[in-house]
């Protein structure tokens, strides 16, 4: 649907030394890109740089050549970007079915009307059983699984172009993150999806990811096909440490 | 109701029916505090003498052009636009890492809407007339609501009822919540934080100037400190729901007026702030974070 293209971003927290220097970086239209790295290498400050969140010092973000350096956050996901923050992102306060909705709220560029909305979350149920069973529940008694489920399902029910998502194994049971990382690469096959996937749980993003990407010290130390870089010993010892 | 009815339960009726009518402007009041609490995650010390303004415009329409409804609109319309006014340019130029500028600078606003407004209509009492009766109802020989009571209950039920609706039933009211209780999550979602923020202001200070345009008739009239005891009982009542329940603003103000209105019945008025000093602090002993609290996270 959308390519997304990172042309010598640098980022910094507060007067810091940047986290990132000069990164370039293209995730392809429809691509699914795995983004490795060491804890602190800076894949989380390139998933908020990107949506906004973490001021950019310099360099560009561009979402099918547009600009989008100079927006906010809010416009960037009305644009078509999304992210599913590191950590559970749901609003525990609300309900399964509130959580969903309000990610139907804002699709790129119009807003859609009340059965469309409902179609979208309906089809969400079907793929993640365990919410439709919980729809009126409250975030806050959600488990960790569910949680990741529900914060997943409402950033593709909002059908962004581009998806972010920021260690969205971490701290579940194997099966779980099998379940999730499933999910995503059907919708990415089914829809077009490109995503970009942050993750320490290498084995399991290269499994479902065409191209690998190595962050270290925040540059690109490395950049091939995920079936290379998963069945490259040298490589993988090289950049990844195992 | 029956004439046999002894003075001592007419007594009663009368104190109780009056304490909901007091009650319903409490429970108005207070939740505009929670909210305003609820988007800025602030007590705004300014609420009172911010509520007074569009009473003194309401006020000076209806005196100018008769019509007690025109008063109220404007007042309504003045209080939403004070209340944007004072987020947008005074509140959000303030850091906001730690509350107490926040506080301070609300403080100040005190100061600087009272002082003004004593400069500009002078520092004494008005009388302001009900657009109802206050002469009570006699049911059976008992005096209970009288009119205007009711209108202030129906009011409040009104207004309660609309917010109930706003709140959980359209966009705008999921994106209100959404943006009080987890701004960047919404931020990620596309929904408008700072706009959200705007808006919550409106209509929290739009609500306590309806409060207190109801409190004004029923009080000494109006003067620049008409609101204050108004604002000290509904925090109260908000601390008591919990600060951040709508429903909680609004079971814990109608009992802090039911029991403002019997010990001033049964007591004296004087003692009145005393019992509900005492009940804010049973309840905070009891339930620290208020009756209606939302439950803690569920952690593993």
Same mark, same amino acid.
């Given at each position: ?15 810091g030394a ?5 990164? *370039?970086?293209e995730v ?14 800076g ?9 906004? $969140? ?6 560009r973000?561009?979402?099918?050549g547009?600009?989008l ?5 809010e ?29 139907t709220l ?23 059983e ?14 960790g699984?569910e949680?990741?489920? $529900?914060?997943l399902?409402r ?11 920021? *260690? /969205?194994?971490?701290g $579940?049971? /194997? ?10 690469r ?12 942050a ?11 065409d191209r ?16 290379? $870089? ?6 993988r ?6 | ?10 007594r009663?009726?009368?104190?109780l ?14 939740l505009?505090?929670?909210i305003?609490?609820?988007a ?7 609420q ?20 007690? =409804? ?5 007042a ?6 004070l209340?944007?006014?004072?987020e947008? =340019?005074?509140?959000r ?6 509350p107490?500028?926040?506080?301070i600078?609300?403080?100040?606003? @005190? ?8 400069i ?63 701004p ?7 929904v ?8 919550g =202001? ?20 109006l &003067?620049?400190?008409?609101? &204050? @005891?108004?604002?000290?009982?509904a925090?109260a ?11 909680g603003?609004l079971?814990?103000?109608? @009992? ?32 620290p ?12």
């Open positions: 649907m959308s390519t997304l293209t990172i042309e010598k971003l640098t980022v910094g927290h507060g007067d940047p986290v990132l220097h000069g990164l *370039e970086l392809p239209d429809g691509g699914v890109v795995a983004l490795l790295g060491a804890n602190g290498a894949k989380t400050t390139l998933l908020r740089s990107l949506m906004g $969140l973490v001021p950019a010092r310099s360099g973000v561009l979402l099918d547009t600009d350096t100079r927006l906010s956050t416009d960037r996901v009305r644009r078509g970007l999304a992210l599913v923050p590191e950590g559970r992102s749901v609003v525990v306060e609300l309900t399964v079915a509130e959580n969903l909705r309000l990610g804002w699709k790129t560029g119009r807003k859609r009307k009340g059965p469309a909305r409902e179609a979208a979350v309906g089809q969400m149920y079907e793929l993640f365990p919410l439709a069973r919980r729809r009126d529940a409250a975030g806050h008694t959600l488990s699984g949680r990741q489920m $529900l914060a399902a950033a593709l029910v909002g059908e962004p172009d581009v998806l972010l998502l920021d *260690e /969205p194994s971490l $579940l049971a /194997p099966l779980v993150v099998a379940q999730l990382l499933g999910v995503l059907d919708q990415a096959e089914a829809t077009g999806l490109t995503v970009l996937l993750e320490q749980n290498v084995t399991g993003a290269l499994s479902v990811a690998g990407v190595v962050l270290s010290l925040g540059e690109v130390v490395a950049d091939r096909p995920a079936a290379e $870089l998963a069945a490259d010993p040298a490589l010892h090289a950049y990844l440490g195992f | 109701m029956t004439p046999e009815m002894g003075p001592a339960v007419e009663l009726v009368f104190l029916s009056t304490g909901l009518a007091r009650g319903a402007v409490l429970a108005l009041f207070a505009s505090l929670v305003v609490y609820r800025a995650r602030a007590v705004n010390f300014a009172a003498a911010m509520a007074i303004v569009p009473v003194y415009v309401a006020f000076a329409v209806t005196s100018a052009s008769g019509s007690y =409804w025109l008063g109220l609109a404007c309504l319309v003045t209080g939403a636009l209340g944007a006014v004072v947008r =340019w005074l509140l130029l303030v850091p906001q890492d730690n107490l500028p926040g506080i600078v609300a403080i100040g606003l @005190v100061m600087v809407l009272q002082a003004g407004l004593a500009a209509f002078g520092p004494d009492h008005r009388p302001v007339h009900a657009p109802f009766s206050q002469r009570p109802f006699d049911v059976g020989g008992v005096s209970v609501l009288s009119p205007y009571d009711l209108f202030v209950l129906i009011v409040a039920a009104v207004v309660m009822g609309g917010f109930a609706i706003l709140f959980n039933r359209t966009s705008i009211g999921l994106q209100l919540r959404a943006a009080a209780f987890a960047e999550t919404s931020r990620l979602l596309g408008r934080v700072p706009r959200m923020v705007t808006l =202001w409106m209509l929290s200070i739009a609500t306590a100037a309806l409060a207190a345009l109801l409190l004004v008739p029923t009080g000494l009239g &003067d620049p400190h008409a609101a &204050d @005891v108004l604002f000290v009982n925090f009542a908000a601390v008591i729901g919990g600060l951040d329940s709508p429903v603003a079971v814990a103000g109608l @009992v802090v007026g039911v029991l403002a209105s019997l010990v001033t019945g049964y007591a004296s008025a004087a003692t009145a702030p005393l019992a509900v000093l005492a009940l804010l602090t049973v309840v905070l002993l009891v339930r974070h208020g009756l209606f609290a939302a439950r803690e996270a569920r952690t593993a």
